[in-house]
């Protein structure tokens, strides 16, 4: 008998669901990002709808979603003010051509090497200089430029801004803080929808007087770069700035990539595909002009998880590729209902997700017994806020990297008394120049009129300052004692044990 198999094609029901609530999520977050980092509102749907067709359709992680990320708003908005909208198609195009080239070169897995701590400050550092920029679009105030701008303009902001939108703004977020409590409906309609959606109606109904999202419409929003544009990227700040997109925006997807693989139990992530894939994205919306992308690990901020989807229950990519789809339906039809919505609630979403982006629980949690991680962390974020991003995160990466040298360069060093035959001097551990002081101290307490056995079988690691340092002691004792009584002395520390005679 011969048994034929029915296979089925199609979308789930799970799956399809997922893809309606991402979207609920992904319309406001998209459309909030693009304002916040100075561009056109339908810039911001359109990286969503490549990361759902693009990135969404290609290898790598199977169910987290790419579009326009919170943690790179502040970094757009930073190059926009400096290059001009019409640079930014390079920077994100030539970021994707840098990500590919990273996942080809399979580099991804190496991105799970930065401390996270340096991630949390930069997550923590982006959080304070969005809050501290929305706080200003809350009230409908135009904000100072420069992190510490912002927080300085907080002391004369009560008397400039507007009540009317300052309380739309507080409305969004109460909605955005209560309807999560209502678990059913909280897995029906996504809070940020919800929030948005019903303040833009109030809005609308009681016709109250704040600034609206300006509508261009998707062919005016978009700008192919020319190629003289690509001349841009032979200046030393635009190089710094495809860097740190890429880098960043690498980071921030991967970390998302880990933290979605512990929701589910499907396939693993595969790093340098994903790296891959969001290169491509990235490439995609350079050429549209659009803003960068990342897989979004801020969805845990509005959304409770790290991946709407997962939390809706998508089970296979066909979630986050219709997301997409529903995206570019409503650029396509509805985009004048963008011209609805309020800056302020807008404002008021991306306060919540950066708020949500200061680990405040793990930091107690680090507090009690990594508090050297903790001093990585606020170091990152607080020179995040006083200069830039890269440069916040490279002090982050620098002090990381010390504290490590510190943690594990343990120098000790014994002494044992054996009479007439001398001293025993036992060093042990990892001698680095950090240590140098100490070991410097210990050797010159000995009593320069004994004869010392210098033991350093015990060092597992000697660097050049400390092992310059042990030879310039040995030869010391040893200088102008004549022939046998500095035996050892001069030889080196290759053998690992020395014996000088004192004076």
Not at 280 to 306: D, Y
Not at 342 to 367: D, M, T
Request: with cysteine; aromatic share 4%.
């Amino acid at each position: 008998m011969r048994v034929v198999r029915v296979v089925r094609c199609g979308v789930s029901k799970a799956d399809l669901f997922a893809s309606l609530v991402v979207f609920l999520v992904a319309l406001p977050l998209s459309v909030g990002v693009a304002i916040a980092s100075g561009v056109p509102a339908e810039l911001g749907l359109v990286t969503g709808i490549v990361g759902g067709l693009v990135v969404g359709a290609l290898p790598g992680s199977s169910l987290q979603v790419s579009g326009p990320a919170v943690g790179l708003t502040v970094l757009v908005y930073e190059a926009v003010r400096a290059y001009g909208v019409e640079v930014l198609g390079v920077l994100v195009f030539a970021a994707g051509v840098v990500q590919l080239g990273l996942g080809v070169l399979r580099l991804g897995r190496w991105f799970r090497a930065v401390s996270s701590a340096v991630v949390q400050g930069m997550l923590a550092g982006i959080g304070l200089v969005l809050v501290a920029g929305q706080v200003y679009a809350l009230g409908d105030v135009a904000a100072p430029a420069g992190g510490l701008g912002k927080l300085a303009g907080l002391v004369a902001l009560p008397g400039v801004v507007d009540p009317v939108a300052l309380s739309v703004g507080g409305a969004t977020i109460a909605v955005l803080l209560l309807w999560p409590r209502w678990r059913w409906g909280a897995r029906v309609v996504p809070a940020p929808f919800v929030a948005v959606g019903s303040v833009a109606v109030v809005t609308g109904v009681f016709d109250l007087s704040v600034r609206r999202v300006e509508v261009r419409g998707l062919v005016g929003a978009v700008r192919v770069p020319e190629w003289g544009d690509f001349g841009r990227l032979t200046e030393v700040g635009v190089i710094g700035t495809v860097v740190a997109f890429a880098l960043i925006a690498s980071a921030e997807s991967l970390f998302s990539a880990a933290a979605v693989d512990r929701l589910h139990r499907g396939p693993r992530t595969d790093y340098d595909r994903e790296l891959v894939a969001q290169g491509a994205g990235n490439v995609v919306c350079g050429v549209l002009g659009a803003l960068p992308m990342t897989a979004v690990i801020v969805r845990s901020a509005v959304g409770g998880t790290p991946s709407e989807g997962v939390r809706a229950g998508a089970r296979t990519k066909a979630s986050r590729v219709l997301h997409g789809g529903w995206l570019l339906v409503f650029t396509a039809l509805l985009p004048g209902v963008l011209g609805l919505v309020p800056v302020a609630a807008l404002a008021g979403l991306l306060v919540h997700a950066g708020c949500g982006l200061v680990p405040v629980r793990q930091v107690r949690g680090l507090w009690h017994g990594h508090r050297g991680e903790v001093v990585v962390l606020g170091v990152t974020a607080v020179a995040i806020v006083v200069g830039n991003l890269f440069e916040g995160v490279l002090v982050g990466l620098a002090l990381a990297v010390a504290k490590t040298a510190w943690d594990i360069s343990h120098v000790q060093v014994e002494t044992e008394d054996l009479g007439d035959a001398g001293i025993v001097v036992r060093v042990l551990g990892h001698a680095t120049f950090l240590r140098l002081p100490k070991l410097l101290e210990a050797l010159e307490g000995v009593p320069g009129d004994r004869v010392v056995r210098l033991e350093l079988g015990g060092l597992r690691h000697v660097d050049h300052a400390c092992a310059a340092a042990l030879e310039g002691w040995v030869a010391e004792r040893g200088r102008g004692l004549g022939p046998g009584l500095g035996e050892g002395a001069g030889r080196g520390l290759g053998e690992g044990v020395t014996t000088v005679r004192g004076a």
